[in-house]
């Protein structure tokens, strides 16, 4: 089952943020709203996936920083629920 979190944060902010979230490991996807909270992006992030073909999704959220002031980012994590974690002990 995977958490969200969200974070607010200024245009100036965006890119700093979306790196440090892709280099968590755990984040699955990440959306990017306005203020008004229309969806003005969102992708999925693979860990195998971070080097080479990473770049043009960060191009984009900087050429969209520029053009916010102020947005959320929505986070979705691998997350272990107590079921998972019972199923995991059980073998």
């Given at each position: 089952?995977?958490?969200?979190e969200s974070f607010s944060i200024n245009g100036e902010s965006i890119v700093k943020k979306v790196?440090?979230?892709?280099?968590?490991g755990s984040v699955t996807k990440i959306t990017i709203t306005n203020h008004d909270g229309k969806e003005m992006m969102s992708f999925p992030v693979s860990y195998g996936l971070v080097g080479l073909l990473m770049a043009p999704v960060l191009a984009a959220v900087g050429a969209a920083a520029a053009l916010l002031t102020e947005c959320t980012i929505t986070v979705e994590?691998?997350?272990d629920t107590p079921d998972e974690k019972e199923e995991i002990t059980k073998f």
């Open positions: 089952m995977a958490i969200k790196k440090e979230l892709i280099n968590e994590r691998k997350g």
